[in-house]
Protein backbone atom coordinates (compact mmCIF):
# COMPACT_ATOMS: atom_id res chain seq x y z
CA UNK A 1 0.00 0.00 0.00
CA UNK A 2 1.06 3.49 -0.56
CA UNK A 3 2.48 4.97 2.49
CA UNK A 4 -0.14 8.18 2.10
CA UNK A 5 -3.19 5.46 2.62
CA UNK A 6 -1.87 3.78 5.56
CA UNK A 7 -2.87 4.92 9.23
CA UNK A 8 -0.33 6.62 11.28
CA UNK A 9 2.03 3.74 12.27
CA UNK A 10 2.46 5.50 16.39
CA UNK A 11 -0.88 5.48 16.60
CA UNK A 12 -0.70 1.82 16.21
CA UNK A 13 -1.19 -0.30 19.04
CA UNK A 14 1.67 -2.64 18.32
CA UNK A 15 3.89 0.35 17.85
CA UNK A 16 4.49 0.21 21.67
CA UNK A 17 4.79 -3.20 22.64
CA UNK A 18 8.09 -3.92 23.66
CA UNK A 19 10.19 -6.23 21.19
CA UNK A 20 13.00 -8.50 21.89
CA UNK A 21 16.43 -8.35 20.07
CA UNK A 22 16.42 -10.37 17.50
CA UNK A 23 12.29 -9.01 17.01
CA UNK A 24 13.77 -5.41 16.30
CA UNK A 25 16.53 -6.30 14.06
CA UNK A 26 13.98 -7.86 11.65
CA UNK A 27 11.62 -5.11 12.04
CA UNK A 28 14.54 -2.59 11.19
CA UNK A 29 15.07 -4.56 8.45
CA UNK A 30 11.50 -4.44 7.05
CA UNK A 31 11.11 -1.18 7.95
CA UNK A 32 14.15 -0.11 5.86
CA UNK A 33 13.73 -1.67 3.02
CA UNK A 34 9.71 -0.65 3.05
CA UNK A 35 11.38 2.89 3.50
CA UNK A 36 13.53 2.59 0.69
CA UNK A 37 10.69 1.06 -1.73
CA UNK A 38 8.95 3.94 -1.23
CA UNK A 39 11.41 6.90 -1.21
CA UNK A 40 11.97 4.97 -4.95
CA UNK A 41 8.05 5.39 -5.66
CA UNK A 42 8.01 8.89 -5.43
CA UNK A 43 10.95 10.24 -5.71
CA UNK A 44 12.19 8.67 -9.28
CA UNK A 45 12.20 12.13 -11.14
CA UNK A 46 14.78 13.39 -8.59
CA UNK A 47 17.68 11.56 -9.38
CA UNK A 48 19.89 10.55 -13.15
CA UNK A 49 21.81 13.74 -12.98
CA UNK A 50 25.19 13.80 -15.35
CA UNK A 51 28.21 15.79 -15.49
CA UNK A 52 25.99 17.76 -18.65
CA UNK A 53 22.65 17.73 -17.23
CA UNK A 54 21.39 18.60 -13.98
CA UNK A 55 18.52 17.09 -11.89
CA UNK A 56 16.42 19.34 -8.99
CA UNK A 57 15.17 18.30 -5.64
CA UNK A 58 12.94 20.06 -3.37
CA UNK A 59 12.45 20.05 0.13
CA UNK A 60 9.88 22.41 1.78
CA UNK A 61 9.08 24.00 -1.03
CA UNK A 62 12.98 25.05 -2.17
CA UNK A 63 14.53 23.96 -5.36
CA UNK A 64 17.84 22.76 -5.52
CA UNK A 65 19.90 21.75 -8.58
CA UNK A 66 22.56 19.57 -8.47
CA UNK A 67 25.15 17.85 -11.37
CA UNK A 68 26.70 13.90 -10.56
CA UNK A 69 29.88 12.72 -11.32
CA UNK A 70 31.00 9.44 -10.78
CA UNK A 71 34.87 7.91 -10.55
CA UNK A 72 35.92 4.83 -9.58
CA UNK A 73 34.21 1.49 -8.91
CA UNK A 74 31.53 0.98 -6.49
CA UNK A 75 33.10 -0.61 -3.42
CA UNK A 76 30.98 -3.36 -2.00
CA UNK A 77 29.65 -1.40 0.90
CA UNK A 78 28.26 1.33 -1.39
CA UNK A 79 29.58 4.31 -3.11
CA UNK A 80 31.78 6.74 -1.24
CA UNK A 81 29.93 10.56 -1.60
CA UNK A 82 30.77 13.49 -1.87
CA UNK A 83 28.73 16.97 -1.69
CA UNK A 84 30.77 19.68 -2.94
CA UNK A 85 29.64 23.47 -2.40
CA UNK A 86 30.62 26.20 -5.16
CA UNK A 87 31.89 29.65 -3.80
CA UNK A 88 30.45 32.77 -6.12
CA UNK A 89 27.41 33.84 -3.01
CA UNK A 90 26.64 37.80 -2.84
CA UNK A 91 26.56 38.39 -6.56
CA UNK A 92 24.10 37.66 -9.61
CA UNK A 93 22.44 34.22 -10.82
CA UNK A 94 25.01 34.36 -13.75
CA UNK A 95 28.09 34.39 -11.86
CA UNK A 96 26.96 31.98 -9.17
CA UNK A 97 26.31 29.73 -12.07
CA UNK A 98 29.59 29.53 -13.76
CA UNK A 99 30.63 28.67 -9.98
CA UNK A 100 28.65 26.09 -9.75
CA UNK A 101 29.77 24.98 -13.33
CA UNK A 102 32.93 25.01 -12.12
CA UNK A 103 32.79 22.97 -9.24
CA UNK A 104 32.14 19.52 -10.97
CA UNK A 105 34.99 20.36 -12.85
CA UNK A 106 37.09 20.12 -9.42
CA UNK A 107 36.28 16.05 -9.44
CA UNK A 108 38.89 15.22 -11.48
CA UNK A 109 41.30 17.89 -10.05
CA UNK A 110 40.63 16.34 -6.19
CA UNK A 111 40.41 13.04 -7.74
CA UNK A 112 38.01 11.20 -4.72
CA UNK A 113 38.11 7.18 -5.01
CA UNK A 114 35.32 5.22 -5.85
CA UNK A 115 32.82 7.80 -5.27
CA UNK A 116 29.83 9.82 -6.49
CA UNK A 117 30.16 13.99 -6.58
CA UNK A 118 27.62 15.68 -6.24
CA UNK A 119 27.81 19.51 -7.15
CA UNK A 120 24.94 21.05 -6.05
CA UNK A 121 23.74 24.84 -6.95
CA UNK A 122 22.67 26.95 -4.19
CA UNK A 123 19.19 27.70 -4.12
CA UNK A 124 20.11 31.90 -3.59
CA UNK A 125 22.42 34.51 -4.53
CA UNK A 126 23.08 35.41 -0.90
CA UNK A 127 26.48 35.71 0.40
CA UNK A 128 25.23 33.03 2.82
CA UNK A 129 24.72 30.53 -0.21
CA UNK A 130 25.32 27.21 2.04
CA UNK A 131 24.39 27.88 5.67
CA UNK A 132 20.98 29.12 5.27
CA UNK A 133 17.99 27.36 6.77
CA UNK A 134 16.71 25.91 3.83
CA UNK A 135 20.19 23.35 3.27
CA UNK A 136 20.00 21.03 5.93
CA UNK A 137 16.52 19.47 4.77
CA UNK A 138 18.16 19.48 0.99
CA UNK A 139 21.14 17.68 2.14
CA UNK A 140 19.34 15.32 3.97
CA UNK A 141 16.95 14.12 1.22
CA UNK A 142 19.91 14.34 -1.04
CA UNK A 143 22.12 11.81 0.82
CA UNK A 144 18.45 9.81 1.38
CA UNK A 145 17.78 10.04 -2.09
CA UNK A 146 21.36 8.25 -3.44
CA UNK A 147 21.07 6.19 -0.72
CA UNK A 148 18.46 4.35 -1.57
CA UNK A 149 18.66 4.83 -5.65
CA UNK A 150 22.33 4.40 -5.96
CA UNK A 151 23.43 2.41 -3.10
CA UNK A 152 25.79 4.95 -1.32
CA UNK A 153 26.96 3.45 2.47
CA UNK A 154 25.91 6.34 4.73
CA UNK A 155 28.48 6.15 6.46
CA UNK A 156 31.04 7.60 3.90
CA UNK A 157 29.27 10.38 3.16
CA UNK A 158 31.57 13.67 2.89
CA UNK A 159 31.47 17.57 2.74
CA UNK A 160 33.54 19.63 0.88
CA UNK A 161 33.60 23.21 -0.57
CA UNK A 162 35.60 26.12 -2.02
CA UNK A 163 35.44 29.50 -1.34
CA UNK A 164 31.55 30.74 -0.05
CA UNK A 165 31.30 26.87 -0.15
CA UNK A 166 34.06 26.95 2.26
CA UNK A 167 32.02 29.48 4.86
CA UNK A 168 29.40 26.62 4.39
CA UNK A 169 31.93 24.28 5.34
CA UNK A 170 32.86 25.95 8.64
CA UNK A 171 28.98 25.81 9.21
CA UNK A 172 27.41 22.87 8.05
CA UNK A 173 30.00 21.02 8.86
CA UNK A 174 30.09 21.56 12.76
CA UNK A 175 25.50 21.82 12.17
CA UNK A 176 25.23 18.85 10.43
CA UNK A 177 28.15 16.36 11.95
CA UNK A 178 25.77 13.28 12.72
CA UNK A 179 26.17 12.89 8.89
CA UNK A 180 29.07 13.74 7.59
CA UNK A 181 31.87 11.41 7.72
CA UNK A 182 34.53 14.18 7.24
CA UNK A 183 34.29 17.53 5.66
CA UNK A 184 37.04 19.41 3.69
CA UNK A 185 37.21 23.50 3.58
CA UNK A 186 39.27 25.25 1.18
CA UNK A 187 39.25 29.12 1.08
CA UNK A 188 36.69 30.27 3.40
CA UNK A 189 35.94 32.00 6.94
CA UNK A 190 33.93 30.59 9.64
CA UNK A 191 31.80 33.64 10.88
CA UNK A 192 30.31 32.48 13.74
CA UNK A 193 30.87 28.75 13.62
CA UNK A 194 32.10 26.71 16.54
CA UNK A 195 34.05 23.36 16.29
CA UNK A 196 32.63 21.72 19.22
CA UNK A 197 30.10 19.45 17.66
CA UNK A 198 33.17 18.07 15.40
CA UNK A 199 34.59 16.03 17.98
CA UNK A 200 33.61 12.39 16.23
CA UNK A 201 33.76 14.49 12.67
CA UNK A 202 37.24 14.63 10.63
CA UNK A 203 37.93 18.41 9.65
CA UNK A 204 40.31 19.39 6.79
CA UNK A 205 41.45 23.37 6.57
CA UNK A 206 43.49 24.87 3.56
CA UNK A 207 43.51 28.24 3.04
CA UNK A 208 46.42 30.45 0.63
CA UNK A 209 49.05 32.52 2.53
CA UNK A 210 48.03 35.31 0.48
CA UNK A 211 44.86 34.98 1.11
CA UNK A 212 44.08 37.62 3.62
CA UNK A 213 40.38 38.68 2.40
CA UNK A 214 38.70 38.75 5.37
CA UNK A 215 41.23 37.58 6.86
CA UNK A 216 40.93 34.37 5.65
CA UNK A 217 44.33 32.74 6.35
CA UNK A 218 44.80 34.22 9.67
CA UNK A 219 41.09 32.61 10.61
CA UNK A 220 42.40 29.41 9.13
CA UNK A 221 44.95 29.01 11.64
CA UNK A 222 43.12 30.10 14.27
CA UNK A 223 40.58 27.38 13.81
CA UNK A 224 43.48 25.17 12.90
CA UNK A 225 44.74 25.63 16.46
CA UNK A 226 41.65 25.39 18.24
CA UNK A 227 41.31 22.15 16.79
CA UNK A 228 44.85 21.25 17.72
CA UNK A 229 43.89 21.98 21.39
CA UNK A 230 40.47 20.19 21.78
CA UNK A 231 42.16 17.38 20.17
CA UNK A 232 45.13 17.08 22.37
CA UNK A 233 42.11 17.49 25.01
CA UNK A 234 40.21 14.80 23.92
CA UNK A 235 42.73 12.01 22.79
CA UNK A 236 41.04 10.03 19.62
CA UNK A 237 38.47 13.06 19.02
CA UNK A 238 38.74 16.02 16.64
CA UNK A 239 40.50 14.29 14.10
CA UNK A 240 41.60 17.01 11.62
CA UNK A 241 44.42 18.48 9.36
CA UNK A 242 45.30 21.93 8.37
CA UNK A 243 47.54 23.99 6.49
CA UNK A 244 48.20 27.75 5.56
CA UNK A 245 49.33 26.98 1.62
CA UNK A 246 52.46 29.72 1.44
CA UNK A 247 52.63 31.91 -1.46
CA UNK A 248 49.07 31.00 -2.19
CA UNK A 249 46.33 33.41 -2.56
CA UNK A 250 42.64 32.20 -2.51
CA UNK A 251 42.97 29.89 -5.67
CA UNK A 252 45.64 27.16 -4.25
CA UNK A 253 46.30 25.53 -7.54
CA UNK A 254 44.94 22.33 -6.22
CA UNK A 255 47.22 21.71 -2.96
CA UNK A 256 43.73 21.80 -1.33
CA UNK A 257 43.78 18.56 -2.78
CA UNK A 258 45.34 16.54 -0.52
CA UNK A 259 42.38 17.12 2.02
CA UNK A 260 40.78 14.26 -0.43
CA UNK A 261 42.27 11.19 0.76
CA UNK A 262 42.60 12.39 4.48
CA UNK A 263 38.62 12.67 4.72
CA UNK A 264 38.78 9.46 2.76
CA UNK A 265 40.70 7.33 5.66
CA UNK A 266 37.48 7.92 7.88
CA UNK A 267 33.84 6.46 8.35
CA UNK A 268 31.27 7.62 10.17
CA UNK A 269 30.46 6.25 13.81
CA UNK A 270 26.18 6.81 14.11
CA UNK A 271 26.60 5.64 17.43
CA UNK A 272 30.03 7.54 18.98
CA UNK A 273 29.84 6.78 22.66
CA UNK A 274 30.64 10.65 23.10
CA UNK A 275 29.02 13.56 21.64
CA UNK A 276 29.47 16.97 22.04
CA UNK A 277 26.78 19.28 20.51
CA UNK A 278 26.53 22.50 20.12
CA UNK A 279 23.94 24.72 18.97
CA UNK A 280 24.96 27.56 16.29
CA UNK A 281 23.04 29.13 13.24
CA UNK A 282 20.08 27.26 11.83
CA UNK A 283 19.19 25.36 15.29
CA UNK A 284 18.36 21.53 14.68
CA UNK A 285 16.06 18.89 17.06
CA UNK A 286 18.41 15.99 16.94
CA UNK A 287 21.94 15.30 16.90
CA UNK A 288 23.39 11.68 16.92
CA UNK A 289 21.39 9.86 19.35
CA UNK A 290 20.31 12.86 21.36
CA UNK A 291 17.08 14.74 20.25
CA UNK A 292 15.45 18.44 22.36
CA UNK A 293 11.86 19.21 21.94
CA UNK A 294 11.17 22.42 19.22
CA UNK A 295 10.35 24.48 21.76
CA UNK A 296 13.84 23.43 23.46
CA UNK A 297 15.92 24.80 21.16
CA UNK A 298 18.12 27.54 21.55
CA UNK A 299 21.05 29.48 19.69
CA UNK A 300 24.31 28.62 21.90
CA UNK A 301 23.16 25.74 23.59
CA UNK A 302 25.38 23.06 24.18
CA UNK A 303 25.23 19.17 25.72
CA UNK A 304 28.32 16.75 26.34
CA UNK A 305 26.89 13.13 26.67
CA UNK A 306 28.66 10.09 26.94
CA UNK A 307 27.76 6.26 27.31
CA UNK A 308 29.65 3.39 29.15
CA UNK A 309 28.27 0.20 29.94
CA UNK A 310 24.92 0.78 31.06
CA UNK A 311 25.35 4.22 31.83
CA UNK A 312 24.42 7.89 30.16
CA UNK A 313 26.32 10.68 31.68
CA UNK A 314 25.49 14.21 30.97
CA UNK A 315 27.56 17.13 31.21
CA UNK A 316 28.50 20.45 29.99
CA UNK A 317 24.09 20.75 29.87
CA UNK A 318 23.22 24.87 28.94
CA UNK A 319 20.37 26.06 27.60
CA UNK A 320 18.25 22.73 27.50
CA UNK A 321 15.75 21.79 29.99
CA UNK A 322 14.49 18.38 28.78
CA UNK A 323 16.66 15.91 26.68
CA UNK A 324 15.45 12.91 24.74
CA UNK A 325 18.27 10.14 24.65
CA UNK A 326 17.64 7.32 21.87
CA UNK A 327 19.40 3.89 22.11
CA UNK A 328 20.48 0.99 20.46
CA UNK A 329 22.00 -2.69 21.51
CA UNK A 330 24.87 -1.46 19.35
CA UNK A 331 24.99 0.83 22.67
CA UNK A 332 24.07 -1.25 25.38
CA UNK A 333 22.54 -3.85 26.31
CA UNK A 334 18.47 -2.68 26.13
CA UNK A 335 17.50 -5.93 28.37
CA UNK A 336 19.24 -4.47 31.31
CA UNK A 337 18.42 -1.45 33.04
CA UNK A 338 19.92 1.84 32.37
CA UNK A 339 21.36 4.28 34.72
CA UNK A 340 21.09 8.18 33.42
CA UNK A 341 23.08 10.72 35.15
CA UNK A 342 23.81 14.31 35.42
CA UNK A 343 27.16 15.28 36.85
CA UNK A 344 27.05 12.11 39.20
CA UNK A 345 23.44 12.54 40.32
CA UNK A 346 21.07 9.98 38.84
CA UNK A 347 17.97 11.06 37.03
CA UNK A 348 16.95 7.69 35.63
CA UNK A 349 17.28 4.27 36.31
CA UNK A 350 15.30 1.51 34.39
CA UNK A 351 14.58 -0.59 30.76
CA UNK A 352 14.55 1.40 27.94
CA UNK A 353 12.24 -1.10 25.70
CA UNK A 354 12.76 -1.73 21.96
CA UNK A 355 9.78 -0.49 20.16
CA UNK A 356 8.34 -0.26 16.46
CA UNK A 357 7.11 3.16 17.30
CA UNK A 358 10.98 4.43 17.89
CA UNK A 359 12.43 2.31 14.96
CA UNK A 360 10.10 4.02 12.56
CA UNK A 361 10.13 7.39 14.07
CA UNK A 362 14.11 7.52 13.40
CA UNK A 363 13.89 5.85 10.07
CA UNK A 364 11.38 8.71 8.97
CA UNK A 365 12.83 11.65 10.76
CA UNK A 366 16.37 10.93 8.61
CA UNK A 367 16.30 8.73 6.12
CA UNK A 368 19.33 7.22 7.42
CA UNK A 369 19.66 3.88 8.03
CA UNK A 370 22.55 3.90 10.31
CA UNK A 371 21.11 6.65 12.46
CA UNK A 372 17.72 4.05 13.26
CA UNK A 373 17.18 3.36 17.14
CA UNK A 374 15.46 1.07 18.66
CA UNK A 375 14.34 2.55 22.29
CA UNK A 376 14.30 6.31 23.75
CA UNK A 377 13.68 7.90 26.81
CA UNK A 378 13.10 11.87 27.41
CA UNK A 379 14.68 13.13 30.69
CA UNK A 380 14.08 16.87 32.36
CA UNK A 381 17.44 18.73 33.28
CA UNK A 382 16.02 22.09 35.02
Same mark, same amino acid.
Given at each position: ?11 ? @????? *?? #?????? =?? %??? /???? &? ?51 ? @????? *?? #?????? =?? %??? /???? &? ?272
Amino acid at each position: MDAAGRPALAEQ @GFAKV *AL #TKSDAR =EA %QQL /LTAD &YTTQLKATRASEVGATETSAKTITANGVKMKYYRAERGQKPATGWNLFISMHG @GGNAD *AA #TNDSQW =EN %QID /LVDG &YNPKNAIWIAPRAPSNEWNLWFRDEIDPLFERMIANLVAFEGVDPNHVYLNGYSAGGDGCYQMGPRMADAWAGVGMSAGHPNDASPLSLRNTAFAIHVGGDDTSYDRNLKAAEWGMKLDSLAAADPGAYVHQWQVHAGKPHWMDLEDAVSIPFLQMNARNPIPNKVVWRQSGSLRTRFYWLAVDKADVAAGAEITSAYSGQSIELSGVSKVKRITLRVTDGMLDQDQAVSVKRDGKELFSGLVPRTIGVLYATLADRGDPSLVYSGELSVKLD
